[in-house]
């Protein structure tokens, strides 16, 4: 197993790489907007436009080997991890070809191949699975981190308490990436939560925990680095808030009432792509160049994923029972 | 043959199935240091370690979530929740995760989890530790639900639950820890089918866990009757095993379902469509059923009795349902 630097080594190679998958998600995503808008995608779409550079930064920091737990906001998430784009476009078609076969949709991308476990759309219900995990990573003593993520919205609910307290009492290696983007779909955190600093619950269950920026993807890889660091040295979980934002709806049926534009103004402003891209042109790590080819190449490839899912099938409907059960049992 | 409660063939199951496999281990509420709620697991901590019998504290969506990763992760975790009822407390994981990740996943990833919890009434422990609840579960798609009634199935239908790929709900009644018998130990069985416990010619009783012994105790009065009473233990409540369902009823004519449950919209209920649905013409009269009634269980001796069903019922219904 090779082993993930503690540190984030910005040279250009690297600034291009952060940016290119922070488009990544974001191209991929407006591409999904409008795809929802012909009716091409359906059910809900909960988009990740704003918070990008929190699965970006915190993927740096993961090895193939690690396994993910994301929610149903995670389109970025799997993108990132390499879930080719193809597949996730054509999961949200319904098509066979998708990466859970069209059973799932965009809430649910799940690949096995990366270890990607989901899209889980109960909030915080994937937390006691990433916490199993782990136990099962701990008992087996594979050294193998797994990163959940979840909302701040899942610190109202008792499997985020249950999780952290077990994942801290068994010292079990998770990664606990808290995506604080301040509302539990219109709900604020003010109006839903005693104690609004998030990780200082983490505190509480004897956790190592800080919190940061989660706008700027810089500051996210580092924090991330370290985390898994330590949870590669110790075994035990730490907890990581990303303070971010949504700029788009909570869902495609989300008129926004509960926020006002300026507020959703004021956050758009200082974008994870707009900072960062303004920062490496004037460090001179990136030039107008790099970001015209990095446009183009994301370009293709949301182009590539659309014709993938327009070109997918359907399953066949005499396939709807399968896999409820293993086809064959001992 | 080996002389053993309901308990040790639980815990022998237990042991030799850590025993063979590295991967499985035990973890619920005081399943170590107490020695389990019901004694079921006792003496297992000093024998394996609490790695392998492992307490948890109380959170029953946390630990069972967590069996649920596990197996993910590949380990063959046995998840013990106290009671049924506090299993409602896991209810988001066991529907949310264990029974729809298989299929939601498009056939990636599987959930090998064995979930055992003691169900049922009887004890006087009112209406929020008495509940039959198996019923409830046997009707989600995606996992196995199984009702051991005798000691042998307690002891044998753990092994075939660990080597299920999918997840599998195991519902022991607490009246039946303290059963003994003299069962072939290791006890075989299969987690399919249903089973025949006593023959007969004039009725079917079809029924399964805490109230087998009770349904055969019937049976034994009505054969003082006359009246020649076949017992089915339907072990499996999902999937059930419709073909033995309409087997009997096709030999007898006549059904009486006796069902721990409440009757609205139970396992009762779906044995009793299966029957219209496809055994229609066999019967000679019409269904009926003993379940419990339709109220929280509740505290007091006589009130708790008269919830539940009886011999009494039991035999009244058959019947009834003879005309005699």
């Known amino acids: ?330 | 043959m080996t002389v053993m409660s309901y308990r040790d063939a639980v815990r022998g199951a237990i042991r030799e199935a850590m025993q063979s496999d590295p991967r499985v281990f035990l973890m619920g509420e005081d399943v170590g240091h107490y020695g389990g709620c019901y004694a079921v697991s006792k003496g297992l901590l000093e024998e394996f370690g609490p790695e392998r019998i492992r307490d948890t504290p109380l959170s029953e969506s946390g630990f069972t979530g967590a069996g649920i990763g596990a197996a993910m992760g590949g380990l063959r975790p046995i998840v013990e929740i106290m009671t049924c009822n506090f299993s409602l407390l896991a209810l988001d994981q066991i529907m949310n995760n264990a029974a729809t990740i298989r299929h939601m996943s498009g056939g990636q990833f599987n959930v090998p989890v064995v979930i055992r919890m003691a169900t049922g009434g009887g004890r006087q422990l009112g209406a929020q530790h008495s509940h039959s609840l198996e019923g409830w579960y046997a009707h989600i798609p995606g996992i196995r639900v199984l009702a051991p009634g005798t000691v042998a199935d307690a002891g044998g239908m753990l092994a075939p639950a660990l080597d299920d790929p999918d997840p599998v709900l195991i519902f022991e009644n607490a009246l039946l820890y303290n059963d003994t018998a003299d069962v072939d130990w290791p006890a075989s069985v299969d987690i399919d089918h249903a089973a025949v416990r006593r023959e007969g010619t004039d009725i079917s009783l079809i029924t399964y866990g805490g109230s087998l012994g009770k349904t055969l105790a019937a049976a034994d009065q009505l054969a003082a009757e006359g009246i020649s009473a076949e017992v089915l233990d339907l072990r499996v409540l999902r999937p059930l095993d419709e073909d033995a369902i309409l087997a009997t009823v096709a030999r007898t004519r006549r059904c009486v379902i006796v069902d721990e449950g409440w009757q609205s919209g139970s396992i009762s209920a779906e044995i009793m469509a299966r029957i219209i649905e496809k055994g229609f013409w066999y019967l000679d009269a019409p269904l009926a059923r003993v379940c419990s009634k339709e109220v929280p269980i509740p505290y007091a001796h006589h009130l708790e009795e008269a919830a539940l069903p009886s011999i009494t019922g039991i035999v009244e219904a058959c019947r009834a349902v003879l005309g005699r």
């Open chain 1, 1 to 330: 197993m090779t082993q993930a630097s503690p540190k984030v080594w910005l040279d250009r190679q690297h600034c291009r790489e952060l940016l290119h998958q922070m488009i990544r998600i974001r191209r991929f995503e407006e591409k999904c907007a409008e795809l929802y808008t012909q009716e091409k995608i359906r059910g809900f779409l909960h988009l990740y436009i704003g918070e990008e550079a929190v699965a970006v930064g915190v993927m740096q920091a993961l090895l193939p080997e690690d396994a993910i737990v994301a929610t149903y906001r995670e389109h970025g998430h799997a993108l990132v991890r390499g879930v080719p784009a193809g597949s996730i476009m054509a999961e949200m078609y319904g098509k066979q070809e998708g990466c859970s076969r069209g059973r799932g949709g965009s809430m649910h991308l799940f690949d096995a191949a990366r270890r990607f476990y989901g899209g889980n759309a109960i909030v915080g219900g994937g937390m006691p699975v990433a916490t199993g995990l782990a136990l099962a990573d701990a008992m087996m003593a594979r050294k193998q981190v797994t990163a959940c993520f979840f909302g701040e919205g899942a610190a109202a609910e008792g499997e985020f308490h249950e999780s952290m307290n077990l994942a801290a009492l068994w010292r079990l290696p998770v990664l606990f990436v808290c995506e604080n983007n301040l509302y539990a779909m219109g709900t604020a955190l003010e109006l839903s939560e005693s104690q609004t600093d998030i990780s200082a619950k983490a505190a509480a269950y004897n956790m190592q925990a800080e919190a940061v920026d989660g706008m700027n993807v810089v500051e996210v890889e580092a924090a991330a680095r370290r985390a898994v660091a330590a949870i590669r040295e110790t075994g035990a979980p730490y907890f990581l808030e990303c303070r971010t934002y949504r700029f788009r709806a909570h869902s495609m049926y989300d008129p926004q009432l509960y926020r006002d534009k300026a507020e959703v103004e004021r956050w758009t402003g200082r974008g994870p792509i707009k900072r960062f891209t303004e920062w490496a042109l004037e460090a001179g790590e990136i030039r107008q160049a790099d970001i015209d080819e990095i446009e183009k190449l994301v370009a293709e490839e949301v182009a590539g994923a659309v014709a993938f899912a327009e070109a997918g099938t359907f399953e066949p409907v005499a396939d709807l029972a399968r896999d409820v059960g293993a086809e064959r049992r001992p």
